[in-house]
């Protein structure tokens, strides 16, 4: 008998992926139009893949594998094969969450397993931002992290029937923050301009912005909530591209953008770049391939997404992904109201 944080975690991976069609029904991606040039004057060779996060995280890969999951014996399965995944295609992987392993010791080798399958490669521990300077440095040397990776979940948290009520995370983040390599995400909800600038004055020079558009853990949570109706939270938050233009505004030039939420192809991780990410999570479209398709399919994905966004940086007149951020771009009617009601454009 597993235990009920073990239990939820296989909740959560059953839910992303019976949601999978309704989560993503609309592409928030589609309200982004790339500029195309006729005259891109490079050549394929002269691409690279190669994006920097900072002097510890450089990435072979513009895109990586988001954190999901670890904490259950199904999990820790999951975890093998998506770090052997990783291991091949040179992408970093986060985990899911390690709080698990302080409540169940017995959970630290469905962690464990990550490094086993991929012994050089970049792997960022996921801990919540309540996480303390032990807990960091426990699950960071579990796994060899180079990064601790810290979640903010507010509205997942208010939906989820056990989940926590109290939300002063910003002293415990500069903290964390002054001590560990880290890097700052949301869960699915999306930042505004004003959280990005709270974390650089916390210390934070890495943030993930994680918007709505994909997984949506209101969604999960109010289906594994039986006991009162939180659906109303359903299309809380900001989606991906409102919370990158969000972050274009308000960003310290040395401070690195990752975007996540709603990646669903090569396309998608290069609008993201448009949009002045370092580097794209995908998490519930490369769980689905897995789900679906078994591990031969995932991997033969991630190939083609390789050579699908090199192509596709090259089309743009660029060398490497950072540099996408210098292309023109136009935004729908209404994500362009967004933005100048927002003053972020
Ligand atoms: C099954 C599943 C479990 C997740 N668990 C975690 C977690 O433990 N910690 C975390 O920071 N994010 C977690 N996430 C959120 C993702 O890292 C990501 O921020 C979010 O799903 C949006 O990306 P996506 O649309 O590509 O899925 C999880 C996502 C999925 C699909």
Known sequence: MESPDAIRKNEHLALAEKLYPQTHQTNPFNQVQIIPTALPETAVDQTSLQT??????????PFYLEAMTGGSKRAGQINADLAAVAHKYQLAMATGSMSIIFKDPASQSSFQVIRKQNPDGIVLANLSAKASIDQAAKAMQLVHAQ???????????????????QFNWVANIDQLAARFPVIVKEVGFGM??????????????????SGRGGTNFA???NARNYHTDLSSLTNWGLTTPQSLLEARASRHPSTAIIASG???????????????ADAVGVAGHFLHQYIQHGRPALEKTIADWTVAVERLITLCGCHNFQELRTCQFTL???LLAYAQQRQII
């Open 219 to 221: 969604a999960i949570e």
């Open 262 to 276: 709603g990646i669903c192809s090569p396309l998608d991780v290069v609008k993201a770049g448009v949009l002045g």
């Open 52 to 61: 920097t996060i900072t002097d510890e995280l450089q990435l072979e890969r």
């Open 332 to 334: 729908s009617a209404d």
């Open 147 to 165: 990064a601790l990776e810290i979640h903010l979940n507010a509205a997942q948290e208010l939906v989820m029937p056990e989940g926590g009520r």
């Open 192 to 209: 505004n301009k004003n959280d990005i600038s709270q974390l650089q004055s916390a210390g934070v020079t890495v943030i993930n912005v």
